[in-house]
């Protein structure tokens, strides 16, 4: 492949002016320029990508486990995290890395052509079109985890699926990827779904986007399964984000807080009432909002 079979739109800057690409999209279109399997190589990329974001952002968590100074944020102090559960973890994960995800990521590209998504063309969508479609999909993805997850609870599923991701009852950041094949294949389709709706709406959707969406939700659930509660934290100034102390209760208990970004869908269905009741024996005024005190266990 040649930067000639590369398509550029012209007709945002006029019919007589040549597309001027970014920094960005030069460097895009160059990974791919000699690439005589682009759709291999495209599954490599965004696997490397995958990688370097999703250890990368465990990577300052992994150095606070080591800090003194840092303990003091832990929500569960009292389960510390030893080398051989990190070493349990990482194994697990990068198994199913290599046989579940990496064969996804290979069917990524024809599935994503035939859904109308764009690859090898410039420009990008807008940074507000790719900062908005994240945030829809962050929302269409936490729906359908709520009601899966809570599926994943039925005595049944639990036994037999969903019980290895329970494995950590103080969760650490990449114990989010630690859970059984079925449930990886399962709830990883909650990934794609805002995606795919966002075309079958004529949206923008380039690759891209989906790399920076993939970035998104990989951040968001080793932030929410890190087991670090500190009071800077978003969610302390976005009652509707759950955060790490809604999420590490759900791992503590067993039950209740199925969503997996927002606090809504668990308000609405009063799956959320353990972890309010548990705060509100610790005097908390916001029963959506989670809290450093959500560390603290009740006596």
């Not at 966002?198 to 990989?218: E, F, K, P, Q, S």
Request: charged share 15%; aromatic share 16%.
């Amino acid at each position: 492949m040649t930067m000639s079979n590369i398509t550029t739109d012209a007709s945002a800057v006029g019919e007589s002016a040549k597309y001027a690409m970014t920094f960005l999209e030069r460097h895009w279109l160059g990974l791919f320029e000699h690439a005589s399997y682009p759709a291999l190589k495209l599954a490599l990329v965004l696997f490397a990508w995958m990688e370097i974001v999703f250890f990368g952002r465990f990577l300052p968590y992994y150095i606070m486990d080591k800090i003194p100074f840092f303990q003091k944020y832990k929500i569960q102090d009292n389960k510390p995290n030893t080398p051989e559960l990190y070493w349990k973890c990482i194994k697990s994960i990068i198994l199913s890395q290599i046989f579940i995800q990496l064969p996804l990521m290979l069917l990524f590209h024809p599935t994503a052509v035939w859904l109308g998504m764009r690859f090898l063309e410039v420009p990008f969508p807008p940074w507000t079109t790719i900062a908005l479609s994240c945030l829809f999909c962050l929302a269409v993805e936490d729906c359908y985890h709520y009601f899966v997850h809570r599926l994943m609870h039925h005595r049944l599923l639990y036994k037999h699926v969903h019980k290895v991701h329970h494995e950590f009852s103080a969760p650490f950041g990449i114990a989010a990827e630690y859970a059984h094949p079925i449930e990886t294949v399962v709830l990883g389709q909650g990934f794609f779904l805002g995606p795919v709706m966002l075309l079958m709406m004529g949206v923008d959707v380039h690759v891209v986007t989906m790399a920076i969406w993939l970035a998104v939700r990989l951040i968001e659930t080793v932030d929410v399964h890190a087991g670090y509660d500190f009071p800077w934290a978003l969610h302390h100034w976005l009652p509707f984000l759950g955060g790490p102390a809604f999420h590490d209760h759900h791992h503590e208990t067993f039950k209740g807080n199925y969503s997996s970004s927002f606090v809504i869908w668990d308000w609405l269905f009063g799956t959320d009432a353990s972890y309010n009741a548990r705060r509100a024996k610790r005097n908390q005024r916001k029963p959506l909002a989670s809290g450093v005190e959500a560390r603290q266990k009740v006596q």
